[in-house]
């Protein structure tokens, strides 16, 4: 069974105006399966996780080219990085004898350690590069009508034609977006994702940084996943499991740059202060942060005290996913007052900022905005609030704010 994803247009259109593209995100998200079902026929495909084309690829790329000619898909990437100078010059060879050179190499990687540091410096003004999560909602339960419509923050009259209730929304959030659980319900949520992290452990962590303890990195994530939707205080992370500061910002690094999680910087109208200043915790995939934090089943899940900060973790994965499925980065932060009010999410678009809030509620309110009464909204150019809720329908409360049902995020 294969599902459409919605960057899979976007992937197309950027190979008809760059000579490389190259798709990236967590493992067994998709990558390899979406590229080769659009593949033009006469791309040839080779993977790195062939170890004998790998060392190829790594000994005597010169070779390597002259057994795989472009157009090609080259799967995973990052096993062979040395690669990418071989690509610049073939590209900027075919570009110097006025051939066609768009769309000549697609690449896919799961590691993002040194492959972004390597394709920027190799490919600079060469590459498109893209970004795929698991399922968004909106992907695997989509009808067909809706297919054309523009992105969630594009068009908030998106006719609504199935809203998901609260136990429907918390089974989609137990069972995350990973295509093989999602797509096959057989799969056994715990068991996938207990085999997911050691494969993760092994394959990406340790064999890039080293851990040496994987019951210490494994609880640092059991730990972190605890703290999902709160401030990140790596300090206090480090106190906990008994290692150094630096460790902890490593390893949020590295969970950062293989698109386990996603760090939300607070907004400062000081684009340096974005930077210092302390930012937000989320997991990209919401089936990992439940196995990580030990929920099990929704009935226990809906009324637990991880129920609000996994629905807002949910909705700002699916908000990203939003963004990134159609090749576009995420213009997100949260704002937050000297006297420590909050407003969840900030979207920064040309025209001002649309301010979220995101509530486990059938009911919202305009004073879920309180942190803006006290902030210089002139300053702030605010154009629009939304709240995301369990309500059933959008739901206008003044002229500035909206009612929005989660589940209608696409």
Known sequence: MYINRLLA????????????VLL?????????????KIARPDMGFVSLDDLVVRELAISDPKLFFQRFKPPLFIDEIQYAPNLLTYIKLLVDERTTRLKPANGLFWLSGSQNFTLMDNVSESLAGRVAIMNLLGFSLYE????SASDKLKPFFMNKTKRITRVLNMPELFKVILRGSMPKPVIDRRID???YYSSYLQTYLERDIR??????SSRTFEAFLRLLAARSAQLLNMASLASEIGTALNTVKSWISLLEKTYQIYILKPYHSNLNKREIKTPKVYFLDTGLLCYLTYWRDYHSVCVGPMAGPL????VISELIKSYWHRGKEA???FYRTRDGLEIDLFCVTGEGIIASEIKLSAMAKVK???????????KLNIIEQWIFSLAQDIMPLDAKTTVFPASSIY
């Open 9 to 20: 247009s976007y992937i197309l259109k950027a190979s008809r105006s760059f000579p490389v």
């Open 24 to 36: 990236t995100g967590p493992r067994q998200s998709g990558k390899t399966t979406l590229l080769r």
């Open 140 to 143: 695997y339960a989509r009808d």
């Open 189 to 191: 949520i715990e068991q």
């Open 207 to 212: 064999s890039q940084v080293g851990v040496r």
């Open 311 to 314: 629905f807002e973790n949910w």
């Open 331 to 333: 213009p997100f932060y």
């Open 368 to 378: 879920s905005f309180k942190a803006l009464e006290t902030a210089k909204v002139g």
